[in-house]
């Protein structure tokens, strides 16, 4: 896998990852599409989403695209097909804390042709990969809903451990390997 990226602590210099079949990069005004919109109004898209309860249109989606530009603690990323360019997807850090080591994800499929097919799975390991090779983080977590077993079934084959359960809500993390590796081969 090639990837393309800013300063190693500075989420805002990142440029892209890329994938054998997706390319990851910080999502923009000017990629919020009329289909990217009926994605998030979408009931069988949005079942699991913060906005399933509110019919989103195109001003509300470039506000929250904006609301992620310049931010040190935050990252929001499209999901794109290499092939044609199509956004299939996001992916999000709501919660990035470099001090404590710490990142909060979520990831989404709109595209429901591209469901089940691993996108979800290349996006995913390389995000991880960039939130601790290049952010240096040491944890990564995701929330999901106990009703949804096709996320929890992607974040297991990705590595993540559930950790916690609360209110229809499971809590997955994972820890960066090598500061597992690190840790077991300090003396008892």
Not at 1 to 9: A, C, E, S, V, Y
Not at 38 to 43: K, M, Q, S, T
Not at 149 to 155: D, M
Not at 157 to 179: H, Q
Request: charged share 25%; with cysteine; hydrophobic share 35%.
């Amino acid at each position: 896998m090639n990837n393309t990226l800013g300063q190693p602590n500075n989420i805002t210099g990142l440029g892209g990852l890329a994938g054998n079949r997706i390319i990851l990069r910080r999502l923009r005004v000017v990629d919020v599409t009329q289909r990217y919109v009926d994605w998030l109004n979408d009931p069988e898209v949005n079942r699991f989403l913060s906005v399933k309860d509110k019919h989103q249109d195109m001003d509300m989606v470039k506000k929250y695209v904006l609301s992620y530009e310049g931010e040190n603690n935050k990252l929001l990323l499209g999901i794109f097909d290499n092939k044609n360019n199509l956004h299939i997807g996001n992916i999000t850090f709501s919660s990035i804390n470099q001090d404590h080591g710490v990142g909060v994800i979520g990831i989404a499929i709109g595209e429901k042709d591209c469901w089940g097919r691993g996108y979800a799975t290349e996006a995913l390991l390389l995000v991880v990969d960039f939130a601790f090779a290049k952010l240096k983080l040491q944890r990564l977590e995701a929330g999901v809903s106990e009703d949804n077993s096709p996320s929890q079934k992607l974040f297991k084959k990705v590595g993540f451990e559930e950790c916690e359960r609360a209110n229809g809500k499971l809590k997955f993390m994972i820890s960066n390997s090598e500061e597992k590796k690190n840790a077991s081969k300090k003396p008892v």
